[in-house]
């Protein structure tokens, strides 16, 4: 199975207020992450991690050690001290800034950074619509967000969206919808 997430944050105090996520503490944070993506990711499922995985670079190692499956890290911000070291870069299949898939014939666009256009981000004639698959603005609620909460086919793989674990395409997709529908309510 193919799953997607992306800003864990792993290690990071700061994040919980932040984002306003519903943890006491960064040890309890951590162990919820953790224990969310081990109980959906199996040893041959595959992870697209979106970005920022890990904060504290000095227990990278650690954390990553503990995720199931295989994972293909399109880096963000929070992640370019640590992409290269040879001992991180074992722990994934690919480190890359960007990529490009198909997922049921859709193409999609990796990106940790949400863009305005991707590739067949616009439908047209018989091709299947493109799908973005972001990062970065993890839960926030703002005006100059407007286009992505519009658009069906930009979808935000941040844990601050999908319940704090890795998601199906369906799952995010489910997700999205929500949370757009919220976002808009709320500007």
């Known amino acids: 199975m193919t799953f997607f997430t992306s800003d864990l944050h792993l290690g990071h105090s700061n994040i919980l207020q932040l984002c306003h996520r519903p943890f006491e503490t960064i040890q309890e944070m951590d162990e919820a992450l953790i224990c969310n993506w081990n109980k959906k990711v199996h040893k041959c499922d595959t992870v697209y991690i979106v970005g920022d995985i890990v904060w504290d670079k000095k227990r990278a190692k650690e954390y990553l050690s503990q995720l199931n499956g295989k994972k293909i890290l399109i880096y963000g911000n929070h992640d370019e001290h640590m992409i290269k070291d040879s001992e991180y870069q074992a722990f994934f299949e690919e480190i890359c800034p960007m990529k490009f898939a198909h997922l049921n014939g859709h193409p999609i666009t990796f990106c940790h950074y949400p863009m305005l256009e991707w ?69």
């Open 119 to 187: 590739k067949s981000s616009r439908k047209e004639g018989s091709k299947k619509l493109g799908v973005l698959i972001y990062g970065h603005i993890h839960n926030r609620i703002d005006p100059m967000y407007r286009f992505l909460y519009e658009s069906e086919n930009a979808l935000n793989a941040g844990v601050d969206v999908n319940g704090y674990s890795p998601v199906s395409f369906d799952e995010l997709v489910d997700n999205n919808v929500a949370f757009k529908k919220s976002a808009l309510d709320n500007l």
